[in-house]
């Protein structure tokens, strides 16, 4: 079978939309397989993108699309923002601000190959994404913050991962996952502030 050839910007979205049209199976591996050859990093991420897309809605709660709404649309400002940055360089802060946000959510987009997150951690990290907590990051301290914020809540916000876990929704956890990301970020950002010193 052919790859389709669309331009590098939506190239992700066309892959995923032809291989939403293939049968799960062999004949979709086959494709991911030829058209993400020598590309992991893209492989993984549609395969995320299909594993979610084929969920029946019982098995997602509603804190993922919550999440997912905010993610989408600042990823959609960011492709778009980026286009557009290539034939400039004066950029105003808020355009910088959304440039930086979007390189940020990619990153996080990125996954390590046979390590599936729950959904409960998916929708913490999304949501620290989305609401700025990544913002003041590097980008290559991403990874670190990301893997120390699933230990924090298995451990410190255990109750509040229960809570997650029993609502299935954000409506009512919004201010307490906003407090322990505070937390969280404030111990991080003192932690590399202490290594670096």
Request: aromatic residues 8%.
């Amino acid at each position: 079978m052919p790859l389709p050839m669309p331009s590098p910007q939506n190239r992700e979205e066309a892959l995923f939309r032809a291989a939403v049209e293939l049968p799960p199976g062999a004949a979709r591996l086959a494709f991911l397989e030829q058209a993400c050859a020598g590309d992991p990093a893209l492989r993984q991420r549609l395969e995320a993108l299909l594993a979610a897309h084929e969920k029946p809605d019982e098995l997602s709660p509603k804190a993922a699309p919550a999440v997912v709404a905010t993610l989408k649309l600042d990823l959609a400002q960011y492709r778009e923002l980026a286009a557009f940055a290539q034939f400039g360089s004066d950029l105003d802060p808020l355009t910088q601000k959304q440039l930086n946000r979007g390189q940020r959510l990619t990153e996080l987009l990125k996954q390590p190959q046979f390590q599936p997150l729950t959904w409960q951690q998916q929708t913490v990290i999304l949501f620290a994404g989305t609401q700025g907590y990544l913002d003041a990051l590097q980008i290559h301290e991403i990874r670190a913050f990301e893997v120390g914020l699933y230990k924090y809540f298995e451990n410190a916000q255990s109750a509040l991962m229960e809570e997650l876990t029993k609502e299935k929704k954000l409506d009512n956890l919004r201010d307490k996952l906003h407090a322990a990301l505070k937390e969280y970020k404030a111990n991080f950002v003192a932690e590399l502030q202490a290594v670096t010193a």
